[in-house]
């Protein structure tokens, strides 16, 4: 009942984190008329408060000594800080111009991208059913470059470098919340300096759009890091098996939005596209689960053996102690004797 109470537990954090990474084109589009850039600043000057503030309410500072030592673990983190930041420049961007379904479509494609770097960068070998994933993949990416007549750079770009960040944190080896803060403290000052350039040049609207606008720039950190929260509550909770499904809820809320809500258009050639895509991500998510079910039963299987292995040495070890006590019970020719 525990387990299940956890997992229970496990798919609603899963469902608010990527629920509320679905959302998020909403939420950018409240802050119009604050531009991209000003709304990407507004994101990484936030954050840091919003770290700081749930680190000290988890009293988790222990990792920040043992990190600064380690020059190799900066630089990384760095660079996965600047890849980011830059996913959620482009993001917003997109929401701006009216490209929510080609985002989306990053997000669709970024499992191919990441089984892609695990080949090339990696070394992995890839199962069949995964290697046909990847050239549907390929193939939908040349069906929607004829779709838009050009190369779909937006969703390539986002799918690329949010890939590259996932690399880069097998690498930095800290937690979610860990990482949030370490991140955020190398974004603040070079976001602080962009709001200081625009406000310099009268291109900021903190302070011009009224105090209901400006609430909503500054909890931009809080919608970056309440995600990520939810999603480390899932993380423990849930198989793996499971959170790559409900990964898959972002880019549809994405994709629905874009066509529902801010009316983008999608002709017969772009949803042949999106068909390719999400019939390779079906071909991966069933290989994915076959070998799951697979891994669990040869565990079944090695944990029964080794069961029946130590029940027959300790009957073996039982008949060896039967046979020695009547042995020793037997009385001896002497006191017989005596």
């Not at 525990?2 to 939420?27: D, I, K, N, S, V």
């Not at 690329?160 to 990482?179: E, H, I, Q």
């Not at 874009?258 to 069933?286: D, I, K, S």
């Amino acid at each position: 009942m525990e387990t299940q109470g956890e997992q229970r537990t496990g798919l609603l954090f899963g469902f608010a984190a990527y629920g509320m990474w679905g959302l998020l084109p909403l939420y950018w589009a409240l802050l119009d008329p604050a531009g991209p850039v000003e709304v990407l600043a507004h994101r990484m000057v936030w954050s840091l408060p919003t770290a700081l503030v749930i680190l000290a309410l988890l009293r988790r500072w222990a990792w920040i000594r043992p990190l600064l030592r380690e020059p190799r673990r900066l630089a990384l983190i760095a660079l996965a800080a600047t890849l980011i930041s830059g996913n959620w420049g482009l993001f917003i961007w997109a929401v701006s111009a009216e490209k929510v379904i080609e985002a989306s479509l990053g997000y669709f494609i970024n499992p191919l991208i990441s089984i892609a770097f695990g080949v090339l960068l990696l070394r992995e070998r890839l199962r069949p059913a995964q290697w046909a994933a990847v050239g549907l993949g390929t193939l939908a990416v040349a069906v929607m470059t004829a779709a838009y007549g050009r190369l779909p750079w937006l969703s390539l770009a986002l799918a690329v470098s949010f890939a590259l960040y996932g690399l880069l944190k097998k690498g930095v080896r800290l937690d979610g919340v860990a990482g949030f803060g370490a991140e955020t403290a190398v974004q603040f000052l070079p976001a602080l300096a962009i709001l200081f350039f625009l406000g310099s040049r009268g291109e900021s609207t903190f302070a011009s759009e009224g105090a209901g606008h400006a609430a909503l720039l500054a909890c931009a950190g809080l919608a970056t890091a309440l995600p990520l929260i939810f999603f480390g509550g899932a993380a423990v909770r849930l198989p793996l098996s499971t959170i790559g499904l409900l990964q898959y809820l972002a880019p549809v809320s994405m994709f629905l939005l874009g066509l529902l809500v801010f009316g983008e258009e999608m002709p017969p050639e772009r949803w042949a596209g999106f068909a390719l895509v999400w019939l390779a991500l079906c071909v991966l998510t069933w290989d994915a689960l076959r070998n799951a079910r697979r891994s669990r039963a040869r565990l079944r299987a090695a944990a029964a053996a080794a069961a029946s292995s130590a029940a027959r040495t300790r009957d073996a070890h039982g008949e060896e102690v039967a046979a020695v006590r009547p042995a020793a019970a037997a009385p001896s020719p002497g006191s017989a004797r005596g």
